[in-house]
């Protein structure tokens, strides 16, 4: 890990077990005003408004005691792709053992009151970006600044205007206890809910819509930059592989969607509602559902065609204020056992419905490309008026 010293502002490496207590700088990237650790090593970028932010955070740092920072600007080394890749994945670690964060908010003057909702504080750009998602949740100490570096409040005095600005419960934003560690309690949350803290949030690359939340959901993969829309799906397989919560099905087709889909979401944003869906106990053992080559294969009631809504399939999940339903999620059928995800709405049905449909092995395609790996039957008919000389008939075989 490298850090600045705040004294000399040099760049120091430590071995994990050997890193001392550091502050940490929270802010947004302004276009062409940031430094890079190749420009401090070429004396360059001084002039810019990103030099400035490094030497506040070191001033901050000694101010209150502590000889180091880390500024993500400075302190990772983007021209490599191995650690740019390390860096993201032990993003969340090195927010979570920081001493302090520092948050510099650079469109909040003083002076706002930032218990208003329609303040510069509730509008701030700082709130809308998908990496600091994990920045916000993840200190166990953080200090908001104005734009001119003064102390604005700690995150654990303003916990209300926050959950409004962003949708996330109080109970993430509070300092963690010797009773209740962060970690014990985003694996508390459901992962839906965990989805729609990031559903509103924007990033720069598409890609990063899955990497910014990884640390959320404690997921360690690789980063494939041109991967594009398929990072998502690949993030909810890893997340498959470590949870069986259900309310990773549970996510709303936009209006604008297309009829059909695979049952993985393409992004966050279908999560925005989802907040309030949680796991719940059917009351007996069910096989775990995976990935596999023909799809994603999980056991669970499916309705028969009459039913008045249509086919759906009934996920291990309800909301939290009403313990007597589950959602079901809209499907279709491809060919026998092989189900997309429908554009029709999510049901709340009665809990009867687990016991009065039958439960059953299914495959659901996890995305449209997924379907070119999966062999299909033809669905047409070749007639032969007469068998070629050189072919013969080896054997026949009746049509069920």
């Known amino acids: 890990m490298r850090l600045l010293d705040a004294n000399t502002l040099e760049v120091v490496e ?7 207590k550091y502050v940490i700088l929270s802010h ?11 420009d ?12 400035s932010k490094i030497k506040q955070a070191c001033a901050l740092a000694l101010e209150n005691g502590y000889g180091y920072a880390w500024v993500d600007t400075y302190c990772i080394d983007k021209t490599s792709s191995a650690e740019l890749s390390e860096a993201i994945n032990s993003m969340m670690s090195w927010y979570e053992r920081s001493e302090i964060c520092y948050t510099y908010l650079a469109d909040v003057p003083p002076g706002t009151n930032i218990h208003d909702p329609k303040s510069s504080f509730a509008k701030s750009r700082w709130f809308e970006r998908g990496w600091t998602l994990q920045e916000l949740i993840a200190p166990s100490r953080l200090i908001f600044l104005y734009d001119d570096w003064s102390v604005m409040s700690e995150r654990d005095e303003i916990v209300d205007p926050i959950t409004q600005i962003t949708g996330i419960d109080q109970a993430f934003l509070s300092a963690p206890t010797a009773d209740c560690s962060l970690q014990s309690r985003l694996h508390a949350a459901s992962i839906a809910e965990k989805m729609s803290w990031a559903s509103e ?7 990063d819509t899955a990497y910014c939340p990884l640390g959320i959901f404690g997921i360690n993969m690789p980063l494939l930059y041109g991967e594009g829309t398929n990072a998502f799906p690949r993030l909810q397989e890893e997340i498959m592989k470590r949870s069986d919560d259900q309310t990773l099905l549970a996510w709303y087709v936009p209006e604008d969607g297309p009829d059909e889909s695979g049952v993985l979401a393409t992004s966050p944003a279908a999560f925005a509602k989802c907040r309030d869906f949680i796991p719940c106990d059917v009351g007996t053992t069910t096989p775990p559902y995976q990935i596999t080559n023909k799809g994603l294969r999980i056991e669970m009631p499916v309705s028969k065609d009459r039913f008045m809504y249509g086919r759906y399939g009934l996920l291990q999940c309800r909301t939290k204020q009403d313990p ?3 959602i079901a999620i809209p499907l279709d059928s491809i060919r026998n056992g092989l189900y997309v995800r429908s554009k029709r709405r999510l049901r709340f049905l009665k809990n009867q419905y687990w016991e009065a449909w039958s439960s059953t092995p299914v495959n659901l395609l996890p995305s449209l490309s997924f ?4 062999v299909m039957s033809p669905s047409y008919t070749v007639f032969l008026e007469s068998i070629p000389e050189t072919f013969y ?3 026949v075989i009746f049509a069920k």
């Open 28 to 38: 947004t990237w302004v276009t062409g005003e940031e430094v890079t650790l190749q």
């Open 324 to 326: 007597t339903t589950m």
């Open 40 to 51: 401090m090593q070429n004396n360059k970028g001084m002039e810019r408004s990103g030099y």
């Open 371 to 374: 379907s070119s790996s999966i």
């Open 14 to 20: 430590f071995i994990d077990h050997n890193v001392p």
């Open 393 to 395: 008939v080896e054997e």
């Open 201 to 207: 949030r924007k990033t720069t690359r598409i890609e």
